[in-house]
């Protein structure tokens, strides 16, 4: 013993040790208090752990674990475990008391034979609210036959009953019938067990029946797949309440619960429906099938069972026709590709060469790569050809400014001319005739010909009342921008290029021409609008009334009235012109009015004073070339024998003198009238004459140029 | 709305939405329907607030002290003779039935009011039970209202003498000793689980049976 302590054990409940079941409480009395006790076999070994120690005034209750089977209680060794005063200390007794309870309870094993365990109900249910079950579970039996009873009492009353029905829901059950079943009462159940060493009952058991209602599952669930045209289809399900519950008079109220999923999936797909006995599921997998359950849970309930399983298959989205469908389209797409594997893997490098042409590599004309590799410079240079530069070969003829007559070429332009009128696009060659930066290289023909349509195609602005085109530097005339409104034109005559469009620079493709691109033509119309203009007469077509004063100037004039005369002259001869034949104009900046046709005269003479004569000739198709006719003098000025400086034309007799044609560049001034000529030269308006005959002129003459001569006639 | 509102919530479901008469209007008359809808839903809310706070009181405050072997025929209300089962509740007339309700309730009225009082002034007074006691209280007086509003349109022109149960547990609420305290606590808030839910009972029972014509 310690000192100081004192310990006194006793044994209570041995008896039920043995069971295993009931606690052991030792109860001590020790001073110190007692921290912990092991329940050893033997001296000096553990067999348990600490058990715990409730503290009770007045006494130490010592409560023990269950102690193993290998106990043969002969002998039990309590430690005690107390501390006092930092130090522990332990003590074992022996206690002699253990050892005789001990051996009282060995013997009744030996038997086996005992008073049966303690009863337990564990469940009370009540399915509808009108009935309820409880269900026990039997302890120990002991070894004997043991009699179960249920006994209970209601609140309120002070009678106690039986069970009514051991049988209805098996065994170790009370059934309880509509009969004897309260709401709101609380029972108090108690289950006896017993058996010929003795009895035990249960705990009582408080029951309201109230707060155990758990009903059966909902039945007849059905599944349908509804499919409503235009719409996806839907799977549409119904059950029914439990048969037992009575959710009519509303004695009960019922919600329910159901649950899906695909049959081989593993999560289940939950969803509340309310107190409705149906139910739509919208998304559903097709080709799957479906499994499907119900359970319900009453107002203040517990929710019931999971109904047992419905299944029901979705059919799948696709039809066989689809199937078939998409069959011969993978078929038709895998032969069509193996045909182009075939074909690339036959053809495959004429098809990429077809593809993607080979980018060509550069190449420099006359260059010689294998001169470079060898370094030597001097011949890679000579072997490039030394192409002057710029380069002149065929592009003479273009650069050229000169004024050349060619009978063909007339009557080429003539018809040129007629089909349009001039086109926008006016581009002479610029004034200095060795101006010739910007220009490009020979153009092509096909090229040439391109602009000629477009000129054609475009013929317009023949009787613009704006400005006068200005034929444009040469640069631009590459473009060949149409510029109607371009007035860049100082005092220059209008420029009408044969075949409108063309740049002035790229000679006629028709003729082999050598004109100058400078030439512009003009219909006799314009001329004479021009004619008209420049002396501020009015622009009004003079009727062929005044042929016969045209005649008048055939013979002499006064040299006062020269100018008025001549413009008479002009006038008339305006007036009886056709168009399409080539005047001089009057440098000027001046609208074009439309005019009627005139007729061609002819240039009877030049007169000493430089006036012109003329002679009326015969409306005939003036786009033939007609035999000459017999030069009738030989005064008549039918050739030019060269250019003067200032674009001067100089003309000179010649029996057998063609027409002309009169190329010049726009002067840059504005005489008012033909027969002027402030130069003191002969001014001669320049008609071709439909008879072929040429120009008559006297000696030789300069004229002033201003107008292209379109059309020309071969006189002889 | 209405429909889910069963799982315990502590809010009251929806109840705004029903058709209510203009302040002021004499012959406004909402329908029984209504009333029965509206009071049906009050009454199972009520007793879900009810089911909870004993819950938590019961695992806070009784664990052990096995009250209930205790509170066996102690309720105040039970000397009002209830239907005890279905057949019972299904024999008795419409009238008597509804008028029993209203006798239940108005026993309740004063006992509500005190157990607020007397939980606020619990040492540790948890916060759960105080504002379900609040709650209930609250609710109680609204579906005193309405029931006395479909006794008027059932069975106009009858009042009967407010009959209702006197409540003389007070001075058990205010005992020293905490176990007798806990106990009157425990047993008031049993009593009150208990009829709150033979209320609701009642009530759906009337209800399908004048509404829907025992076809619910």
């Given at each position: 013993m310690t000192p100081g302590g004192r310990i006194f054990a006793s044994m209570c409940a041995w008896m039920l040790l043995s069971q295993a079941i009931q606690p052991c409480y030792i109860f001590l009395h020790s001073s110190p208090p007692v921290l912990s006790f092991t329940l050893s076999?033997?001296?000096?070994?553990?067999?348990?752990t600490q058990n715990k120690v409730v503290h009770v005034p007045g006494q130490t209750r010592l409560t023990s674990q269950k102690?193993?089977?290998?106990?043969?209680?002969?002998e039990c060794l309590i430690h005690f475990l107390w501390e006092e005063k930092g130090a522990k200390m332990k003590e074992s007794v022996v206690s002699t008391v253990v050892f005789i309870l001990l051996l009282f309870l060995n013997t009744s094993l030996l038997n086996g034979q005992s008073p049966p365990g303690k009863p337990e109900i564990f469940k009370c249910r009540s399915p509808e609210k009108e009935t309820f079950t409880c269900w026990w579970k039997p302890g120990e039996d002991g070894g004997l036959p043991t009699n179960y009873t249920l006994t209970y009492r209601k609140e309120g009353e002070t009678t106690t009953h039986e069970c009514p029905d051991y049988i209805t829901n098996g065994p170790n059950s009370c059934h309880f019938n509509k009969k004897h079943t309260s709401i709101w009462t609380m029972y108090i159940i108690t289950i006896n067990a017993t058996n010929q060493m003795g009895s035990s009952s249960s705990d009582p058991r408080y029951v309201d029946v109230t707060y155990i209602v758990e009903p059966d599952p909902p039945v007849n669930l059905t599944l349908e797949l509804k499919q409503p045209e235009d719409k996806k289809p839907y799977l549409w399900m119904k059950w029914y309440p439990?048969?037992?519950?009575?959710?009519r008079s509303g004695w009960l109220t019922l919600q329910y619960e159901i649950r899906l999923k695909p049959k081989k999936a593993t999560e289940w797909e939950t969803h509340f429906a309310g107190q409705q006995t149906q139910f739509k599921i919208l998304s559903l997998y097709p080709g799957q099938k479906y499994l499907v359950q119900v359970r319900c849970k009453p107002d203040h309930g517990f929710w019931s069972e999971w109904s047992p399983e419905s299944s029901i298959q979705i059919p799948n989205d696709v039809t066989m026709k689809d199937t078939i469908v998409w069959i011969f389209v993978a078929v038709l797409s895998a032969v069509i590709c193996l045909i182009m594997v075939a074909a690339v893997a036959l053809k495959g490098h004429s098809m990429v060469t077809c593809i993607l042409p080979p980018v060509p590599g550069p190449k420099i004309k006359g260059f010689d790569t294998h001169l470079l590799e060898k370094g030597k410079s001097e011949e890679l240079l000579s072997a490039l050809g030394c192409?002057?530069?710029?380069?002149?070969s065929d592009c003479e003829d273009l650069l050229v400014e000169f004024l050349e007559v060619d009978d063909s070429e007339d009557q080429q332009l003539m018809p040129a001319h007629s089909k349009e009128h001039?086109?926008?696009?006016?581009?002479?060659?610029?004034?200095?005739?060795?101006?010739?930066?910007?220009?490009?290289?020979c153009d092509s023909p096909s090229l040439l010909s391109k602009k000629c349509e477009e000129a054609r195609v475009s013929p317009?602005?023949?009787?613009?009342?704006?400005?006068i085109e200005k034929p444009e530097n040469p640069p631009a005339k590459v473009t060949r921008?149409?510029?109607?409104?371009?007035?860049?034109?100082?005092?220059?005559i209008p420029y009408f290029p044969?075949?409108?469009?063309?740049?002035?620079?790229?000679?006629?493709?028709?003729?082999?021409?050598?004109?100058?691109?400078?030439s512009s033509y003009h219909s006799i119309a314009e001329v004479c609008k021009l004619a008209m203009g420049t002396g501020g007469a009015s622009a009004t077509p003079l009727d062929k009334t005044d042929t016969h004063a045209l005649r008048s100037?055939?013979?002499?004039?006064?040299g006062g009235e020269e100018e008025a005369a001549e413009r008479r002259e002009v006038e008339s001869f305006c007036s009886k012109t056709d168009q399409g034949t080539a005047w001089l104009l009057p440098q000027e900046k001046s609208p074009f009015i439309s005019v009627k046709p005139l007729d061609y005269v002819e240039i009877h003479k030049v007169n000493r004073d430089g006036a012109l004569s003329l002679l009326p000739k015969q409306?005939?198709?003036?786009?033939q070339a007609e035999k000459?006719?017999?030069?009738?003098?030989?005064?008549?000025?039918?050739?030019?024998?060269r250019v003067m400086d200032d674009n001067i034309l100089v003309l000179v007799r010649d029996p057998q003198a063609q027409s002309l044609a009169a190329f010049e560049e726009?002067?840059?001034?504005?005489?008012?009238?033909?027969?002027?000529?402030?130069?003191?030269e002969d001014l001669a308006a320049f008609a071709s004459a439909p008879s072929g005959?040429?120009?008559?002129?006297?000696?030789?003459t300069e004229y002033r140029k201003r107008?292209?001569?379109?059309n020309a006639r071969e006189c002889g | 709305c209405g429909g889910q509102g069963w799982g315990g919530e502590r809010r009251l479901p929806c109840v705004a939405s029903l058709p209510i008469c203009p302040t002021?209007?004499?012959?406004c008359q909402v329908s029984l329907r209504d009333l029965f809808d509206r009071a049906v839903i009050l009454s199972h809310y009520i007793h879900n607030l009810s089911s909870e706070m004993f819950n938590e009181f019961d695992k806070r405050y009784?664990?052990?002290?096995?009250f209930i072997t205790k509170?066996?025929?102690?309720?105040?209300?039970?000397?009002?003779?209830?239907?005890?089962?279905k057949e019972q509740a299904q024999q008795i007339h419409h009238e008597d039935l509804l008028n029993l309700i209203l006798r239940v309730l108005r026993s309740w009225n004063d006992p509500l009011y005190h157990l607020v009082t007397e939980v606020r002034g619990m040492?540790?007074?948890p916060d759960s039970i105080l504002s379900r006691a609040i709650e209930i209280e609250e609710q109680n007086r609204r579906l005193l209202e309405g029931m006395e509003k479909i006794v008027g349109q059932v069975h106009p022109g009858v009042r009967e003498n407010e009959v209702y149960s006197v409540w003389s547990g007070l001075p058990s609420l205010q005992m020293a000793d905490e176990d007798t305290r806990l106990f009157a606590f425990y047993n008031l808030l049993h009593c009150l689980r208990r009829d709150s839910h033979k209320i609701d009972n009642y009530l759906k029972l009337l209800k399908c049976r004048i509404v829907y014509d025992s076809n619910c």
């Open positions: 076999k033997e001296q000096g070994s553990v067999a348990n102690l193993p089977g290998a106990f043969s209680f002969s439990p048969t037992l519950v009575d959710v192409q002057d530069f710029p380069p002149t001039p086109g926008r696009d006016t581009k002479p060659a610029p004034l200095d005739p060795d101006s010739d930066s910007g220009r490009g290289s317009s602005t023949f009787h613009t009342p704006e400005g921008t149409r510029d109607p409104q371009s007035t860049r034109l100082e005092g220059k044969a075949d409108g469009s063309k740049s002035s620079t790229w000679p006629l493709p028709q003729p082999p021409s050598q004109h100058s691109p400078r100037p055939k013979t002499t004039e006064p409306k005939e198709n003036s786009n000459p006719c017999a030069p009738e003098t030989s005064k008549e000025y039918a050739k030019v024998s726009p002067d840059k001034e504005a005489p008012p009238s033909l027969p002027q000529n402030p130069t003191g005959c040429g120009l008559q002129l006297g000696n030789t107008t292209l001569l379109e | 002021g209007a004499v012959n009784a664990q052990g002290r096995g509170a066996i025929n102690s309720c105040h209300t039970s000397s009002l003779s209830t239907p005890e089962d040492q540790e007074a």
